[in-house]
């Protein structure tokens, strides 16, 4: 599986492991390519696996373009790239975790790691003042010291089953 980024590469592994299984015994690896432009070196160097991917809503071009120049198709559409396994996450990864969590829950998930101090100072800059507590939460986890990644984990296991945004849920199918 390919992600674009540190952040997918534990969110899927989270995933498979409250699903009870072991990526590696299954011998798939979940590999972040560094960014979405990065996807048709990826692409090439893995052509004869099985591949499925994540990526960002904004990256969805460079993905497309990746899947065409390995010619795996022409004028893909969101739904082409599904049927060849790579998923878009609307906006990001973190906005699909944030929307099938709710706010009540992403904030509880930050006191219980000692970060929603940190998170009501953020609110209180008038740059973010008055804007949605989605767009804060969004802008506090792609701020700092790799929150990104350290919170991939911590929102992933707060998911009820029924919550699993469904790129995630499709990329880790596939795999």
């Not at 696996?49 to 809503?57: F, K, S, T």
């Not at 740059?127 to 767009?135: H, I």
């Not at 350290?150 to 945004?165: G, H, N």
């Amino acid at each position: 599986m390919l992600g674009e980024g540190v952040s997918d590469q534990i969110a899927l592994q989270t995933l498979a492991e409250r699903r009870g299984r072991s990526l590696r015994d299954e011998g798939i690896s979940v590999v972040p390519i560094g960014g979405a432009q990065a996807i048709g070196r990826f692409l090439d160097r893995f052509a004869d696996a099985r591949l499925a991917g994540l990526c960002d809503a904004a990256e969805e071009d460079d993905y497309r373009r990746g899947l065409e120049r390995a010619g795996l198709g022409s004028h893909l559409t969101r739904s082409d790239m599904e049927r060849l396994g790579f998923y878009v996450c609307d906006a990001d990864l973190e906005d699909e975790l944030i929307r099938a969590l709710g706010v009540a829950t992403v904030e509880q998930v930050l006191e219980a790691q000692g970060d929603l101090g940190s998170f009501r100072t953020l609110q209180k800059q008038p740059e973010w003042r008055g804007r949605a507590p989605e767009e804060q939460l969004r802008r506090f986890m792609g701020s700092g010291a790799r929150r990104k990644i350290r919170y991939a984990r911590f929102l992933v296991e707060a998911l009820e089953p029924a919550q699993i945004p469904r790129p995630l849920d499709l990329v880790l199918e596939r795999a």
